[in-house]
């Protein structure tokens, strides 16, 4: 069994070590960038979906919906990097961006939500949390930006406070839940 704050944490280490590289080594972007953003994705899916929940009804953490918006303008900043030329100023800027709106997310849930889960779930508790987050993970593995299936914008309404979801279509939920990560 693997404690989920550390895992969490494990990710987020590797998402810096991916940024180093892309930034000191950029003859190695198209192959680095499709690795960034797959984690990316996929650690966010995990997230929304197994850890915000327990953060918010478990901790009554209600960063939860803050934390919402930052997965949904990191995944917005990752499909327009993805369709720019790796060679152009453009990317850089975008590069950039990216990086710092994934270090803010990192260091306000490493400052806030991790340590309140560390603090008040038991061992046991956050175990089966790391488990059901690696899971999801892996589930969620190889999906790249704009592609969240039905259920994981249901997860992403529910998270950032959007009632009526699960009745939406899946282009007017995808609408809603860009609409409200904007504000």
Do not use: C
């Amino acid at each position: 069994m693997t404690d989920v704050v550390d895992l969490i944490m494990e990710d987020h280490r590797e998402v810096e070590r991916l940024f180093e590289l892309l930034k000191t080594q950029p003859d190695q972007r198209p192959n680095t960038l499709p690795v960034l953003s797959a984690l990316l994705i996929a650690h966010s899916r995990a997230e929304e979906a197994e850890v915000y929940p327990v953060a918010q009804q478990e901790l009554g953490n209600d960063e939860v919906t803050h934390s919402q918006e930052e997965h949904i303008l990191v995944e917005q900043l990752l499909e327009r990097i993805e369709s720019t030329n790796v060679e152009s100023n453009q990317f850089d800027t975008l590069l950039e961006q990216l990086e710092d709106a994934v270090n803010e997310h990192v260091e306000e849930e490493e400052s806030s939500v991790l340590p309140a889960m560390r603090e008040q779930l038991d061992r046991r508790r956050r175990d089966e949390l790391g488990e059901a987050f690696a899971q999801a993970r892996a589930e969620h593995l190889g999906e790249m930006p704009g592609e969240a299936t039905k259920e994981a914008l249901v997860q992403q309404a529910k998270n950032l406070g959007i009632g009526g979801a699960q009745a939406m279509e899946k282009d007017q939920l995808r609408a809603e839940v860009q609409k409200k990560g904007k504000k």
